[in-house]
Nanobody, 119 residues
Framework: QVQLVESGGGLVQPGGSLRLSCAASGSDIYSMGWYRQAPGKQRELVASITRLGSTNYRDSVKGRFTISRDNAKNTVYLQMNSLKPEDTAVYYC???????????????WGPGTQVTVSS
């Protein structure tokens, strides 16, 4: 089992910055990432990072958001700069484990943290 604890959400003005953190319990965490869901919309990938440091970003956040990871702490960070009102959503931490047979586990999810970008 994997448990995810998120922190760092809040209210920020357009153009501002926030840093999200997510600490995972458990072992063999392969990928970690952040998804978001705005009211009335589907949950979407924001950014992800593997244990080896390979990253993936959705186009709308490239150049503004940076994902990083501390493998020793099983913690992933999302630095969000130049925030826009359209970034407003509940942000969910995601993790997947790598099994000994090289398959990936189902998704594990954190409870979510609200990010609101508004003046």
């Amino acid at each position: 089992q994997v448990q995810l604890v998120e922190s760092g959400g809040g209210l920020v003005q357009p153009g501002g910055s926030l840093r999200l953190s997510c600490a995972a319990s458990g072992s063999d965490i392969y990928s970690m990432g952040w998804y978001r869901q705005a009211p009335g919309k589907q949950r979407e990938l924001v950014a992800s990072i593997t244990r080896l440091g390979s990253t993936n970003y959705r186009d709308s956040v490239k150049g503004r958001f940076t994902i990083s990871r501390d493998n020793a702490k099983n913690t992933v960070y999302l630095q969000m700069n130049s925030l826009k009102p359209e970034d407003t959503a509940v942000y969910y931490c995601n993790a997947r484990r790598l099994y000994s047979d090289a398959t990936l586990s189902p998704d594990y999810w954190g409870p979510g943290t609200q990010v609101t970008v508004s003046s």
